[in-house]
């Protein structure tokens, strides 16, 4: 017997109404003529809502929900999500200044990355945010910069634990990484901490993005407990802060399920009582980006022409990998595998066909869909790529042949 093939998991973000893709209510092709041109993005502000409510009810009360805005730092995302989480990371002072905008309180803001630049720690430091420190390097100059400026630094340690997130999409943290200080040497750099007297908050422990596995984002938030137990111990204060990390995954390929959040949320449940009593200053968080908005974006490009070679059907569309660079395969994915991609505008369609979903650049890596089955498209119809809203646009090479770069909308 045959095995069924794989499919992707079914998405009812968006209703379909008359064959045609809804968005907040908006017939695609009406929010096309709304938008005035093709590519675009479309965010939903009411499914990006529905995650927040969705975490809320199976989170314990008080973890807090934070939102890390490179999966999607348009402003008017990050606007809409300002009053729904508890607290804003951001990755650079460039998106520092959107969260500011936003209306984030800069308590309520943290900063990680590697490579900070003295200028954009001095921003963070002038603005009073968190700053997750990356190295003792790092350490030292924050001490220099804040003494400068005459402002005490809040800081946290990013930890890179002696564990990884196992079956992550992508693996941030166990082995040499360059994110984090190794957990290893945490205690030394406490002591540092010290005598530097800069103002501890905690620590930052994030292990991998994209995570579909309950058991390994338990073991991991299990292990995390109990790695900032041990490096409390050497804190020369109390632990204010515990941020778990994010991580958790949303379906994108077939076979992928969306991720069940109830055991994840109950092991944490399990976790508190004692990390409340071993850590009995601290708030923890989590912090999402992807799974707050990856499911509540797409993006929309127009068949600009149908070509059929040695038997195969070619879509050639106005977008393709400058735009969405994920989609096309070519961002952490190890073997190429298709986004859900379907005709917009005939979701169904009088007739199906298996084509190839193509962009206008001069390298074959600027494919959409492959041999994927459709409904059978024409030249003006819209092409959707589902669970576009995170590591999109802003993780795309819009520069990449100089095309114009795509209009973005919250709906
Ligand atoms: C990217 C990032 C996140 C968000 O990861 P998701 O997989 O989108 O949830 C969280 N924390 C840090 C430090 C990150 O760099």
């Known amino acids: 017997m045959n095995k069924p093939r794989p499919e992707h998991s079914?998405?009812?973000?968006?209703?379909?109404?008359?064959?045609?893709?809804?968005?907040?209510?908006?017939?695609?092709?009406?929010?096309?003529?709304?938008?005035?041109?093709?590519?675009?993005?479309?965010?939903?502000?009411?499914?990006?809502?529905?995650?927040?409510?969705?975490?809320?009810?199976?989170?314990?009360?008080?973890?807090?929900?934070?939102?890390?805005?490179?999966?999607?730092?348009m402003p008017a995302v990050v606007q809409h999500l300002v009053t729904q989480v508890d607290g804003l990371d951001v990755a650079s002072a460039g998106e520092m200044q959107v969260a500011l905008d936003a209306g984030m309180s800069p308590e309520?803001?943290?900063?990680?990355?590697?490579?900070?630049?003295?200028?954009?720690?001095?921003?963070?430091?002038?603005?009073?945010i968190v700053i997750n420190m990356e190295s003792e390097n790092e350490m030292e100059t924050i001490a220099r910069l804040a003494h400068q400026l005459g402002v005490r630094a809040r800081v946290a340690v990013r930890v890179n634990p002696d564990f990884e997130l196992k079956s992550s999409g992508m693996k941030m943290a166990g082995g040499p990484k360059q994110f984090g200080v190794?957990?290893?040497?945490?205690?030394?750099m406490l002591a540092r901490l010290?005598?530097?007297?800069?103002?501890?908050q905690g620590f930052h422990i994030f292990s991998g993005s994209q995570n579909l596995s309950v058991e390994a984002i338990q073991e991991a938030q299990t292990k995390t407990i109990e790695l900032a137990y041990t490096l409390a111990e050497a804190a020369p204060a109390p632990v204010k802060l515990l941020n778990l990390?994010?991580?958790?995954?949303?379906?994108?390929?077939?076979?992928?399920?969306?991720?069940?959040?109830?055991?994840?949320?109950?092991?944490l449940?399990?976790?508190?009582?004692?990390?409340?009593?071993?850590?009995?200053?601290?708030?923890?968080?989590?912090?999402?980006?992807r799974y707050l908005v990856g499911e509540a974006g797409i993006y929309v490009c127009r068949v600009l022409d149908r070509k059929i070679s040695r038997g195969h059907v070619f879509l050639i569309t106005d977008g393709g990998l400058h735009h969405h660079l994920a989609a096309s395969g070519n961002f952490g994915q190890?073997?190429?595998?298709?986004?859900?991609?379907?005709?917009?505008?005939?979701?169904?369609?009088?007739?199906?066909?298996?084509?190839?979903?193509?962009?206008?650049?001069?390298?074959?890596?600027?494919?959409?869909?492959?041999?994927?089955?459709?409904?059978?498209?024409?030249?003006?119809?819209?092409?959707?790529?589902?669970?576009?809203?995170a590591y999109g646009l802003t993780a795309s090479?819009?520069?990449?042949?100089?095309?114009?770069?795509?209009?973005?909308v919250l709906i």
């Open 10 to 73: 079914p998405m009812a973000q968006f209703p379909v109404a008359d064959d045609c893709l809804q968005i907040g209510g908006i017939p695609l092709t009406r929010l096309a003529q709304r938008i005035g041109r093709t590519p675009f993005y479309a965010y939903d502000r009411r499914s990006i809502s529905h995650k927040v409510e969705l975490l809320r009810r199976h989170l314990p009360a008080d973890i807090h929900l934070h939102y890390a805005m490179k999966a999607n730092p």
């Open 108 to 128: 309520k803001i943290s900063i990680a990355g590697p490579g900070k630049t003295p200028a954009e720690l001095s921003m963070a430091l002038a603005a009073g």
């Open 182 to 188: 190794d957990a290893e040497r945490v205690p030394e």
């Open 194 to 200: 010290k005598v530097l007297k800069l103002d501890f």
């Open 245 to 267: 990390g994010g991580g958790f995954g949303i379906p994108y390929f077939p076979g992928e399920k969306p991720l069940d959040l109830a055991p994840i949320c109950a092991n």
């Open 269 to 289: 449940k399990d976790l508190l009582p004692k990390a409340r009593k071993r850590l009995p200053e601290a708030e923890f968080a989590l912090e999402l980006g």
């Open 334 to 389: 190890v073997i190429r595998k298709n986004y859900p991609v379907l005709v917009g505008n005939k979701v169904v369609g009088r007739a199906r066909e298996t084509v190839s979903v193509v962009g206008p650049l001069c390298t074959p890596l600027d494919l959409l869909a492959d041999k994927m089955e459709m409904a059978k498209a024409d030249i003006g119809d819209l092409i959707v790529v589902m669970q576009s809203g």
């Open 397 to 408: 090479p819009t520069a990449f042949l100089s095309h114009p770069r795509p209009a973005e």
